[in-house]
Protein backbone atom coordinates (compact mmCIF):
# COMPACT_ATOMS: atom_id res chain seq x y z
CA UNK A 1 0.00 0.00 0.00
CA UNK A 2 1.70 3.75 -0.91
CA UNK A 3 -0.17 6.38 0.29
CA UNK A 4 0.26 9.55 -1.50
CA UNK A 5 0.08 13.71 -0.17
CA UNK A 6 0.20 16.60 -2.52
CA UNK A 7 1.25 20.00 -1.23
CA UNK A 8 2.33 23.47 -2.64
CA UNK A 9 -0.91 24.42 -3.88
CA UNK A 10 -2.34 28.00 -3.73
CA UNK A 11 -3.68 30.98 -5.27
CA UNK A 12 -1.25 32.70 -7.97
CA UNK A 13 -1.05 35.26 -11.10
CA UNK A 14 -0.58 34.46 -14.29
CA UNK A 15 2.89 34.21 -15.31
CA UNK A 16 3.92 32.81 -11.53
CA UNK A 17 5.42 29.99 -10.68
CA UNK A 18 4.74 26.69 -8.08
CA UNK A 19 6.55 23.70 -7.48
CA UNK A 20 3.52 20.61 -5.99
CA UNK A 21 5.25 18.00 -4.05
CA UNK A 22 4.19 14.60 -3.60
CA UNK A 23 5.08 12.50 -0.59
CA UNK A 24 4.65 9.01 -0.92
CA UNK A 25 4.54 6.06 2.00
CA UNK A 26 6.25 2.92 2.08
CA UNK A 27 9.48 1.43 0.99
CA UNK A 28 8.92 0.94 -2.66
CA UNK A 29 8.95 4.55 -4.05
CA UNK A 30 11.47 4.12 -6.51
CA UNK A 31 9.36 1.25 -8.15
CA UNK A 32 6.95 2.94 -9.01
CA UNK A 33 6.30 5.49 -12.26
CA UNK A 34 4.82 8.91 -11.18
CA UNK A 35 2.41 10.85 -12.58
CA UNK A 36 0.62 13.98 -12.23
CA UNK A 37 -2.82 15.14 -13.10
CA UNK A 38 -5.35 17.76 -13.30
CA UNK A 39 -9.39 18.06 -13.32
CA UNK A 40 -10.49 21.60 -13.76
CA UNK A 41 -14.82 22.00 -13.00
CA UNK A 42 -16.89 20.79 -15.00
CA UNK A 43 -14.09 18.53 -17.02
CA UNK A 44 -12.55 15.29 -16.65
CA UNK A 45 -9.23 14.35 -15.17
CA UNK A 46 -5.77 15.19 -17.20
CA UNK A 47 -2.38 13.74 -17.51
CA UNK A 48 0.05 16.27 -16.91
CA UNK A 49 3.18 14.54 -16.76
CA UNK A 50 4.43 11.24 -15.71
CA UNK A 51 8.40 10.11 -15.23
CA UNK A 52 8.95 6.00 -14.69
CA UNK A 53 10.27 4.26 -11.87
CA UNK A 54 13.88 4.22 -10.75
CA UNK A 55 16.00 1.44 -11.40
CA UNK A 56 16.84 1.20 -15.45
CA UNK A 57 20.15 3.19 -16.82
CA UNK A 58 17.17 5.77 -18.92
CA UNK A 59 14.70 7.88 -16.85
CA UNK A 60 11.33 8.89 -19.47
CA UNK A 61 9.59 11.58 -18.80
CA UNK A 62 6.84 12.68 -20.73
CA UNK A 63 4.13 15.86 -20.70
CA UNK A 64 1.03 16.86 -21.87
CA UNK A 65 1.42 19.09 -24.93
CA UNK A 66 -0.42 21.70 -23.26
CA UNK A 67 2.34 22.19 -20.02
CA UNK A 68 5.14 20.62 -22.59
CA UNK A 69 8.06 23.09 -21.82
CA UNK A 70 6.56 25.16 -18.96
CA UNK A 71 6.27 22.16 -16.28
CA UNK A 72 8.93 19.98 -15.34
CA UNK A 73 8.36 16.81 -13.45
CA UNK A 74 11.04 15.18 -11.11
CA UNK A 75 11.79 12.90 -8.54
CA UNK A 76 13.79 12.43 -5.21
CA UNK A 77 13.71 8.90 -4.00
CA UNK A 78 15.68 9.56 -0.90
CA UNK A 79 12.93 11.38 -0.03
CA UNK A 80 10.13 9.32 -1.57
CA UNK A 81 9.00 12.39 -3.10
CA UNK A 82 8.08 13.50 -6.84
CA UNK A 83 7.84 17.10 -8.04
CA UNK A 84 5.91 19.04 -10.06
CA UNK A 85 7.65 22.32 -11.05
CA UNK A 86 4.88 24.84 -12.95
CA UNK A 87 6.45 27.90 -14.40
CA UNK A 88 4.69 30.91 -16.81
CA UNK A 89 1.24 29.59 -15.34
CA UNK A 90 -1.64 30.13 -16.84
CA UNK A 91 -5.25 30.74 -16.07
CA UNK A 92 -6.31 28.08 -17.86
CA UNK A 93 -3.78 25.95 -15.77
CA UNK A 94 -6.21 26.39 -12.77
CA UNK A 95 -7.70 22.87 -11.59
CA UNK A 96 -7.25 20.46 -8.63
CA UNK A 97 -3.42 18.44 -9.25
CA UNK A 98 -3.30 14.88 -8.55
CA UNK A 99 -0.51 12.88 -7.93
CA UNK A 100 -0.48 9.16 -8.41
CA UNK A 101 2.20 6.09 -8.84
CA UNK A 102 1.84 2.86 -11.10
CA UNK A 103 3.86 -0.15 -10.53
CA UNK A 104 4.69 -3.36 -13.22
CA UNK A 105 5.09 -3.19 -16.71
CA UNK A 106 3.63 -0.68 -18.80
CA UNK A 107 3.29 1.92 -16.06
CA UNK A 108 3.83 4.89 -17.88
CA UNK A 109 1.43 3.62 -20.38
CA UNK A 110 -1.25 3.51 -17.71
CA UNK A 111 -0.51 6.60 -16.07
CA UNK A 112 -0.91 8.31 -19.32
CA UNK A 113 -4.48 7.00 -19.47
CA UNK A 114 -5.38 8.16 -16.27
CA UNK A 115 -4.91 4.88 -14.94
CA UNK A 116 -2.93 4.40 -11.47
CA UNK A 117 -2.78 1.78 -8.83
CA UNK A 118 -2.46 5.07 -6.06
CA UNK A 119 -3.91 8.53 -6.06
CA UNK A 120 -3.43 11.40 -3.71
CA UNK A 121 -6.17 13.39 -2.36
CA UNK A 122 -5.24 16.46 -4.69
CA UNK A 123 -3.70 20.19 -3.97
CA UNK A 124 -5.72 22.89 -5.58
CA UNK A 125 -4.25 25.54 -8.11
CA UNK A 126 -5.70 28.42 -8.98
CA UNK A 127 -4.26 31.36 -11.61
CA UNK A 128 -5.73 34.55 -12.05
CA UNK A 129 -5.27 36.71 -14.74
Known amino acids: QVQLVESGGGLVQAGDSLRLSCAASGRTFSSYAMGWFRQAPGKEREFVAV???????????YYADSVQGRFTISRDNAKNTAYLRMNSLKPEDTAVYYC???????????????????WGQGTQVTVSS
Open 100 to 118: AARGGLAAITFLKRTEADY
Open 51 to 61: ISASGGSTVYI
